[in-house]
């Protein structure tokens, strides 16, 4: 059950950072706005009287004055205090190391390793074990995105020829949405991310089968699908273990274990695997996806292989 994005529900420690100076300004200034309204309507009340309480005025005045600069350092202090814990990645154990570039219009995951041959790399899905922290380095291939996953942590921009990061220290089990929060073009809207945190053993499962390359096709339709993916396909996506190298779209190894599709556009199932290769432009106008004349038997061919890709 994917959780609603919320930044006023959190998940981890650097959201409820966040959530906790939303607080703190909720708290002030609605303090503040309730005293405006208690002295207007005794002002209101009282506007018959003389003025010959000038003395009483002028003190009222002052206190009024102090209150309002001690407020507003109040929360200057809290989003000090804020803004220098949010540097910190926290948890006490080695971070993770994920870099994510965002393209148009989807994300590329890469979890690195000090071993190459060890990297992971997959889109628009990232996993996180629960209670460690993750250091997310940020690029952008293209134009300026921004990451924001809302349960997790604030936004972040990513620059085209700049590296960014964030932080995220997830604290509770689920499946959460991200979403893109910079307009990028026409898909904008339509550049989400599914992050899902897991327990440290289910974490551990699913990077080790990650490691695994794509098992080979089996019966004829599989083995024609892969004709189509290693062939008209290979150009823009890779498959580990097989001649599909390209680098222009999402890594497809792993493509049928993932969540959703095109940037958590689609259901992952079939019926919508067969449409977004069957149209791309239809389902996601803009989108740098072209439409590859396949045949019906074709689309039907490819989908059967990518779904045995798990
Ligand atoms: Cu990428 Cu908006």
Redesign the pocket.
Known sequence: MIVVQSAIHPAGDHATITSGLFSLFLGVTGFFFLLVLLFLGWAIWRKDRGSAEDRKLRVSVAGWAALITLGLFGLTLGSYFADRSLAFVGGGQAPIKIKMT?Q??WWEVEYQSDDPSRTIITANELHLPLGRPAEIQLEADD????LWIPNLAGKQD?IPGRTTDMAVLPRHLGHYRA???????L???H?ALDVLVETPAQFAAWRSRSLQAAPAPTTAEQKRGYAILTGQCSGCHAISGTPAFGTVGPDLTHVASRASLAAGELPNIRIWLERWIADPQGVKPGSHMPRVPLSAADIRAAAAYLETLR
């Open positions: 965002a148009q219009w134009v300026i995105h921004s990513l979403q893109c929060a910079e307009f990028c073009g898909q904008h809207a550049m």
